[in-house]
């Protein structure tokens, strides 16, 4: 691995943060049926891939599992949904767009601090859907920041508020 690599994928301190359900129950109800979800940042017991292959195809990929999201494309998508790692957005975000296919990724709301996601979304159409609490990740004891979905071509209007 080179040194850009280690920069590329270096894990933060808040990188695994595991998604509660309440989380992932907004946004079933905006994904297109009949059409195969991928989930690049999970594994099996993720509550992505539990709660929307109950309605969905799903494929789940993980670089733990060995598929490298920087790498790995599978054959056969649609719209892709996860929460990614924190660290390294603006790459995660850069490859999602280059797909030219519809995404919710949960990120962070301190990243629309970021020159980052005004450069990426320039010329598309950034939408969120927000909440009106911020998610508990994990079994953490403080909730320090609030999170959003960032979406590509999801959602039908540009800014959507959910109660959790």
């Known amino acids: 691995m080179t040194s850009s690599d280690n920069i590329l994928y270096s894990k933060g301190r808040n990188d695994e943060c595991l998604t509660p359900p309440y989380a992932v129950k907004p946004i079933l109800k905006f994904i297109p049926k009949n059409k195969i ?9 993720s509550w992505f891939v539990k709660l929307i292959s109950k ?13 490298d999201y920087y790498k ?20 995660i975000f850069e490859r999602a ?14 990243w629309l601090n970021d020159a980052a996601p005004k450069r990426l979304f320039k010329d598309k159409d950034l939408q969120l859907l927000m909440f009106d609490k911020r ?12 999170s959003s979905y960032f ?3 999801f959602l039908p209007k540009q800014i959507i ?3 959790i």
């Open 37 to 45: 979800v991928w989930c690049p940042f999970d594994k099996k017991e």
């Open 55 to 67: 309605q969905n195809e799903v494929i789940f990929s993980h670089i733990d599992l060995g598929q």
């Open 72 to 91: 790995y494309e599978p054959l056969d998508w649609d719209v892709m949904i996860s929460n990614p790692p924190f660290t390294n957005k603006r790459f």
């Open 97 to 110: 767009l280059s797909f030219g296919k519809p995404f919710a990724l949960l990120m962070s709301n301190t």
């Open 135 to 146: 998610i508990k990740f994990d079994n953490r004891n403080k909730i320090t920041f609030s």
């Open 151 to 153: 979406c590509f071509n």
């Open 161 to 163: 508020m959910e109660y």
